[in-house]
Structure formats: structure tokens, C-alpha cells
């Protein structure tokens, strides 16, 4: 038996261990004792746990003690506690091992992290440093286009051998400004207040206005300087208290409503240009001047109501038009530029001025928005305007708008708001040719119901006169008689 434990040994330390104390027992076996006990040990040390060899020993002990035939000096519990012994001593080197595998992941990450820290750190240096070469390159290609082409970017007159005093320019711009030639002088001599008084004067005629206005911009050294000194009166700098007739607050809607047309003008024009006559026009001065203005008119901006705007502001047209007519747009955030366009969206040009300001891919979010708020016939007309109808259906989205307008507290507003909404979606459906989708004629019949019922309650609210009865016969004719 002790032979055979002795070829045995040939495992681990833990393995040696209990070889050494089995070996240990069995000297202090008697000569006798059966090949039974080996072939308990044998199963012993082919046991797959710590647990259940230790289990599995503690039998096998006591059937060879009820078995011996002289007294172990040995004990079970010394045998078992030198077994959980080496368990517990496992188990602490396996923790220190976890622990340190786990600062091992831990400087690794950390290490990583550093890494990708530093690496965008370089590239962002790499893209600033790109972005100053190219704005340098810019700059001196402007510059140089500017001074070859400076006669025909500021629109003087052309000198040639046809046209020695370049009248032939001037009488072909006078030939395209049909309805209004003063403009032609107004714009030659850079005389911004002048030509503010004039499109206040004639802004009945609108579209005439906006057709020769660019035209008349040809005449002008510089258009796009003319239209920067034409701002100032935007934000007008209180001298003076307003006056208590509100005369102030019609003429100051007035001097905005011209700023916006001048700067739509003023890209209607650019529009027409090649870009080296666009460079010369747009100088690095005209943009660093129109980021200054823009950047004066940010701040008073925060204060506007989005809901008190209901989509119409003219502050917030104003500085959205010139980001886009004075090409700025990229100086200032992307977002703040979106939270605008709500108060802009119910204009007529809230479309094409999101086109030139470069949002179109944002355009999902910004009618998201306005369905929240409850603005949905804002909402299809941009969904149109940028082909988004599939991901915002237009009829479902008419009739929540006239659900949401029957939505009121009481019967008077009730009825105003029903036959507001009522009329909003006809013009949308009829704009959008929607008929086949959504029939208006249930719609024009609520609203000459609508319109009857207030015209019944208007008349219920009005104080009867009394009438004065002419009594009958003849009556005796009054002469009047000279004091």
C-alpha cells in the first residue's frame, strides 16, 4: 500500500499534500490490511471537487479505522482541516488574481481612453490648421479676383473702343428698370436712406418693386455695402420716448419690412453672378461687417416668445435673411439657428431661407416641433416643400389641425377658432391639391355654418334703436323762421 501511494505522487503540490498524509496513514496500517482500502483511496484521489474528496476521504477514514488493527495517532479533524487549509489557500491566491487582472483591464482602458483623447486632439489641430490655410486661400484668391475684375464687380460703367464713356451699360440697366428709374440714381449714389423712403413710399406695388429693385442694384458701387448701411434702423437706438399713438411702433414695422425686401433683393442679384463677381461683392470687409451686425442682433433675440411669434416674426426673418444673404451662416451654431425657425415658418420665404442657410437635412426635427406646438398647417407646407409626406402625412395631419381648433373653453371662442382652422385648411388643401384626398365641400359648408351662427350672435349682442312712429294725418308744415 505504501508502495503504491508512492507511484502515485506525481500530481501537483496540492496532489503531493494529501499523498504525503496518505502515505502517513497507511504506514500505520497493519501488514494485513485488504487491497479494499487502496482501491478507496484510488477513488479519493480521482474525485472531481475539493468538497467531495474531502467528503469521500472522511468515509473512506472512518470505514479504515472501524477496519485497523492498531490506533491511528492520526485524527479526522486534523486530516480535514489541513484539507480546508489548502482550499482557503487556493481560493486567496484565485481572488489576487482576479484583483489583478482587474487593474490590468483598468490601466488598459485608461490607457486607451488617454489614446483616443490625444488622437482627436491631433486631428482637431489638423482641421483648425486646415480651415486657417484654406480661409487664407480664400482670402488672397478674393483678393486677387477683386482687384483684377474691380471695375466689373463694383458694376462701373464699361469702357471700350464702342463705348468710350460707358453709356451703353448704363442705358441698357435704365432699359431693364422699367417701372421705377429713380432707383437707378438712388442706387448710383449709395443713398441708403433715400432708398429706404422710396420702397416705404411705393410698397403697394411690392412686385414691381422686387423686380427692379435687384436690376437697380447693377447701378450701385456696391450693393451689398448700400444694403449693410440700409440696416441700421432696424434696432433704432431710443432717444426719445415712443409716442402714445403708436405711430412709432407702425413706421419702425415699416423700416423692418424694407431691410428684409432689400436683403431678398440683394440675393435675388447674387444670385445672377458668377463666382468671381460674387467675390467681389461679398469682400472679406462686407462679411466681416455683416457678422458684426448679425452678432449685435443675436442677443435681442432670446427675448422673443415662440409662441407669441405664431410663426411671424420679423426679427427673426431679419437675422436668418442676413446670415444667408451676406454668407455667414457658418459662424454661428447650427442649433440656434433651428430653435429660429418655428418663428419664421408661417412666412411665405420660410422655406427657400432654410435652403440658404444649408438645413434642409434638418427639417424632420424643426416640423416635429411645430406639430408639439400645435402649428400643423406650417408643418405640411414645409413637409411639401421638402418632399418629407410620407414620414408626415398631410391629411391626417389637416384633421388634427381642426381637431386641436375646436379645442376651446368657451362657445364664442369656440366657434372663432373652428372657423380660423376651417379656412386654414381649405387655402392648404387647394394649395397642395388635396381635393382628391380631402374633399372640402363638407368644409365650405361648416363654414357658412360658422359664419351664420356668428353673424346671428353679433346681431343678438346689438342694442336695438328705438324707432320713432310718425303719427298719421296730415300734419301742419313748419316754416322756419330767421332769428
Excluded at 429713380?182 to 412686385?207: A, Y
Excluded at 425686401?261 to 440675393?267: F, K, V
Excluded at 371662442?413 to 382628391?436: M, P, S, Y
Amino acid at each position: 500500500m505504501y508502495g503504491w501511494l508512492r507511484s502515485q505522487d506525481n500530481g501537483d503540490a496540492i496532489t503531493r499534500n494529501k499523498h504525503a498524509w496518505l502515505v502517513k496513514i497507511s504506514k500505520q496500517w497493519n501488514a494485513t490490511t485488504k487491497d479494499k482500502h487502496a482501491w478507496i483511496l484510488v477513488q479519493l484521489l480521482h474525485s472531481d471537487s475539493t468538497s467531495s474528496k474531502i467528503q469521500q476521504l472522511q468515509k473512506a477514514f472512518a470505514e479504515l479505522e472501524s477496519q485497523r488493527a492498531v490506533t491511528l495517532n492520526l485524527k479526522w479533524q486534523e486530516l480535514e482541516e489541513h484539507f480546508h487549509g489548502l482550499e482557503r489557500s487556493l481560493k486567496r491566491r484565485f481572488h489576487e488574481l482576479e484583483d489583478q487582472e482587474k487593474e490590468y483591464e483598468t490601466k488598459t482602458r485608461k490607457a486607451q481612453e488617454l489614446l483616443e483623447k490625444k488622437k482627436a486632439a491631433v486631428e482637431a489641430k489638423e482641421k483648425a490648421s486646415l480651415e486657417r490655410l484654406q480661409n487664407k486661400r480664400d482670402s488672397a484668391v478674393f483678393a486677387i479676383n477683386s482687384a483684377l475684375d474691380k471695375y466689373n464687380n463694383n458694376n462701373a460703367p464699361i469702357i471700350t473702343d464702342d463705348n468710350p464713356d460707358g453709356t451703353v451699360q448704363e442705358a441698357e440697366i435704365s432699359h431693364e428698370v422699367k417701372a421705377y428709374p429713380e432707383l437707378l440714381k438712388l442706387c448710383k449714389d449709395m443713398d441708403s436712406t433715400g432708398l429706404h423712403k422710396f420702397v416705404s413710399d411705393n410698397r403697394k406695388n411690392l412686385t414691381s418693386l422686387k423686380e427692379d429693385i435687384p436690376l437697380a442694384f447693377k447701378a450701385a458701387a456696391n450693393p451689398a455695402t448700400l444694403v449693410l448701411d440700409s440696416l441700421e434702423g432696424f434696432y433704432p437706438i431710443e432717444s426719445s420716448p415712443p409716442p402714445s399713438d403708436g405711430k412709432k411702433d407702425t413706421n419702425l414695422l415699416g423700416t423692418r419690412r424694407t431691410c428684409v425686401m432689400l436683403m431678398e433683393c440683394l440675393s435675388i442679384l447674387l444670385s445672377r453672378l458668377d463666382r468671381s463677381s460674387l467675390a467681389g461683392i461679398l469682400s472679406e470687409n462686407v462679411k466681416r461687417r455683416a457678422k458684426a451686425i448679425a452678432g449685435g442682433w443675436n442677443p435681442l433675440l432670446e427675448g422673443l416668445d415662440i409662441d407669441a411669434c405664431n410663426g411671424n416674426s420679423l426679427e427673426a426673418h431679419a437675422f436668418l435673411q442676413l446670415l444667408a444673404s451676406f454668407a455667414v451662416v457658418k459662424e454661428f451654431k447650427e442649433d440656434e439657428l433651428l430653435k429660429l425657425i418655428p418663428m419664421v415658418s408661417r412666412r411665405r420665404q420660410a422655406a427657400e431661407l432654410c435652403r440658404s442657410l444649408g438645413l434642409s437635412e434638418k427639417m424632420s426635427g424643426v416640423i416635429e416641433v411645430l406639430l408639439k406646438s400645435g402649428r400643423h398647417i406650417d408643418a405640411v407646407n414645409l413637409a411639401f416643400a421638402f418632399e418629407l409626406t410620407e414620414q408626415f402625412p398631410p391629411v391626417e395631419l389637416l384633421k388634427s389641425n381642426l381637431t386641436e381648433a375646436k379645442r376651446s373653453s368657451s362657445q364664442d371662442e369656440f366657434n372663432e377658432r373652428e372657423l380660423t382652422g376651417v379656412k386654414a385648411v381649405v387655402k392648404c388643401v387647394e394649395e397642395h391639391n388635396l381635393e382628391e384626398q380631402y374633399p372640402v365641400e363638407p368644409l365650405h359648408k361648416r363654414i357658412l355654418e360658422l359664419e351664420k351662427a356668428k353673424a346671428e350672435k353679433k346681431k343678438a349682442t346689438e342694442p336695438t334703436k328705438p324707432q320713432t312712429k310718425r303719427p298719421r294725418g296730415a300734419q301742419p308744415r313748419v316754416t322756419e323762421v330767421a332769428a
